[in-house]
């Protein structure tokens, strides 16, 4: 038999309603008229202390997916984003970096704040088997929203989203992902289990948002092993049942 197994992280934050007044940055104001109306959040998304919105709305009643979002920055516009494939809400075990909160209260999205920018998740549906219908980032820098990453344009498999955080300090998000694997089945008599090799793969959120290798292998060297930039069934790795670090086993 076959396991999954999977990787997780850390999240909160503040919420109310667009009907009172303006308040401090770190505020938001969702408010849903109606199923299938817009939601909109209140947030200020460029660090200029001025309240900017985002906007939720889905051609269906169904309340819990979307299929286009609208950021608009105040002073400088409005840019829409459209998907064929609905968003919906994020993953139940996707708790990013302890230094990174989500700025909204909600599950719809997760959206950070880096010194230099602001990044926003929007999670695809994913089924029993790991397949995810669709992922985008939207990178929100210099007065203007761009999605930077959409997981079918690129042919990815973003299954299991790990965080979104600066981890080198350069004030830059990176967003972390690797794909679920599988234990190979074999009894536990060594205090663990052999599973496939599966990569973390680290995306540096910017106009681009294109694998960072240097901080890929660094990431996976310091959390896991590295042994190449894509999973491979004919490596390997023996995960230790205390949940220290894997070590690879077999090539």
């Known amino acids: 038999m076959h396991f999954k197994w999977s990787i997780i992280g850390l999240l909160c934050i503040t919420c109310r309603s667009q009907s009172q007044p303006v308040a401090p940055m770190n505020t938001i104001h969702p408010i849903r008229k109606a199923p299938g109306r817009p939601l909109i959040f209140i947030v200020d998304l460029n660090n200029d202390r001025i309240p900017d919105t985002i906007t939720l709305t889905s051609s269906t009643s169904d309340s819990t997916t979307f299929n286009t979002i609208s950021i608009a920055i105040a002073r400088f516009g ?42 926003l998740l929007l999670f695809g549906n994913i089924d029993g088997a790991g397949n ?17 990453l959409d997981q079918n344009e690129r042919h990815l498999y973003i299954e299991n989203p790990i965080s979104l955080g600066d981890l080198d300090g ?22 663990g289990k052999i599973g496939t090799y599966s990569p973390y793969f680290v995306y540096t959120v910017d106009s681009n948002c294109v694998l960072n290798k240097p901080l890929t292998v660094h990431y996976n060297q310091q959390h896991y092993v590295f042994a190449g930039f894509k999973y491979d069934e004919k490596i390997e790795v023996f995960y230790p049942n205390d949940k220290s670090k894997p070590r690879l086993w077999k090539r």
Do not use: C
């Not at 459209?82 to 997760?110: A, E, Y």
């Open 78 to 119: 409005r840019q829409t984003f459209h998907n064929s494939i609905p968003w919906t809400t994020m993953d139940d075990w996707f708790f990013p970096l302890k230094s990174t909160k989500n700025v909204i209260s909600t599950d719809k999205f997760f959206l950070a704040r880096g010194k230099l920018h602001s990044a």
């Open 170 to 191: 350069d004030g830059r998000l990176e967003f972390v992902y690797r794909q679920i694997f599988e234990y190979n089945g074999r009894p536990d008599t060594l205090g």
């Open 132 to 148: 995810r219908d669709d992922f985008s980032i939207i990178n929100i820098e210099n007065n203007k929203a761009k999605l930077v």
